[in-house]
């Protein structure tokens, strides 16, 4: 069992910055990925950027150049920096735990809500 704690979301104006952050714990081993997926209402839930125990990251093309994922692994807490936020950026957040290799399993947070204000 891997449980998620999410916290860092919230009403901002179009413009500014947020930051969100994730923190595990339970069954946390390597090789893992965690990242942040967003669900906008009668959307589906979409990548938005994820980070390997050793670092790779994946961004989707809507935030690259705004968003920053990061990684502490003493910690097991991934961290999201939005800047330059847009009204297409309200979403409800997702953070997302997931272990590859010869065993695999995948866990989701809560869900944060980001709101962007026009």
């Known amino acids: 069992q891997v449980q998620l704690v999410e916290s860092g979301g919230g009403l901002v104006q179009a413009g500014g910055s947020l930051r969100l952050s994730c923190a595990a714990s339970?069954?946390?081993?390597?090789?893992?990925?965690m990242g942040w997926y967003r669900q906008a209402p009668g959307k589906q839930r979409d990548l938005v950027a994820s980070?390997?125990?050793?670092?790779?990251?994946n961004y989707a093309d809507s935030v690259k150049g705004r968003f920053t994922i990061s990684r502490d692994n003493a910690k097991n807490t991934v961290y999201l920096q939005m800047n330059s936020l847009k009204a297409e950026d309200t979403a409800v957040y997702y953070c997302?735990?997931?272990?590859?290799?010869?065993?695999?399993?995948?866990?989701w947070g809560q869900g944060t809500q980001v709101t962007v204000s026009s």
């Open positions: 997302n735990f997931k272990r590859f290799g010869s065993i695999r399993y995948d866990y």
């Open positions: 339970g069954s946390i081993f390597s090789p893992n990925a």
């Open positions: 980070i390997t125990t050793g670092g790779s990251t």
